[in-house]
T-cell receptor
Framework: DAKTTQPNSMESNEEEPVHLPCNHSTISGTDYIHWYRQLPSQGPEYVIHGLTSNVNNRMASLAIAEDRKSSTLILHRATLRDAAVYYC????????????FGKGTRLSVIA | GAVVSQHPSRVICKSGTSVKIECRSLDFQATTMFWYRQFPKQSLMLMAT?????????EQGVEKDKFLINHASLTLSTLTVTSAHPEDSSFYIC???????????FGPGTRLLVL
């Protein structure tokens, strides 16, 4: 899988929007951009994924750069329950290739 | 959504004993399951990939004789840590992929403490 680069940590105020960046300059044409998050002492949780177009779901939005070399996960209103480590991962959509986790971004939310 | 369960959620054992961790896909069939390990303040590290009915594929540096993986059915995989030692203490997380192979779902993790 191609490598991703994320900031080690970010901080947000509660009820403010949060933009979590991810760089993936070596992304290939078949790589999907996946975002997972891990709350303390839990397994990872799926957040969103996309290929080229921006994506929205009930949890977040994913903005993908036109050249696909970077993307941004957007949490529209951060809550204390959003405090977690967020992982940006590249993977082809089908097949047996596992998700390979980098270090992710630790998001702290301040009340 | 799809659910993956793990049992036990927490286990404490003496050094030298073996520990079995079960991973089940509750509402879908999983041809492929993955086992990860996570040490404190570190990311998840893939240990092995198992396909139903065949031998697991281990990542480099993971001892297959120490970490026995069995994937006997489409809904159950087990990881047995044999002759556990304190350095095996970690958070073990399983993950399952559905038959279509698109989504990967994670279990809640098992915290192992070896005394």
């Amino acid at each position: 899988d191609a490598k991703t680069t994320q900031p080690n940590s970010m901080e947000s105020n509660e009820e403010e929007p949060v933009h979590l960046p991810c760089n993936h300059s070596t992304i290939s044409g078949t790589d999907y951009i996946h975002w997972y998050r891990q709350l303390p002492s839990q397994g990872p949780e799926y957040v969103i994924h996309g290929l080229t177009s921006n994506v929205n779901n009930r949890m977040a939005s994913l903005a993908i750069a036109e050249d696909r070399k970077s993307s941004t996960l957007i949490l529209h209103r951060a809550t204390l329950r959003d405090a977690a480590v967020y992982y940006c991962i590249l993977r082809v959509l089908s097949g047996n290739t596992p998700l390979v986790f980098g270090k992710g971004t630790r998001l702290s939310v301040i009340a | 959504g799809a659910v993956v369960s793990q049992h036990p959620s927490r286990v404490i054992c003496k050094s030298g004993t073996s520990v079995k961790i079960e991973c089940r896909s509750l509402d879908f069939q999983a041809t492929t399951m993955f086992w990860y390990r996570q040490f404190p303040k570190q990311s998840l590290m893939l240990m092995a990939t198992s396909n139903e009915g065949s031998k697991a594929t281990y990542e480099q540096g993971v001892e297959k004789d120490k970490f026995l993986i069995n994937h006997a059915s489409l809904t159950l995989s087990t990881l047995t840590v044999t002759s556990a030692h304190p350095e095996d203490s970690s958070f073990y997380i399983c993950s399952a992929r559905d038959l279509v192979g698109r989504a990967q779902y994670f279990g809640p993790g098992t915290r192992l403490l070896v005394l």
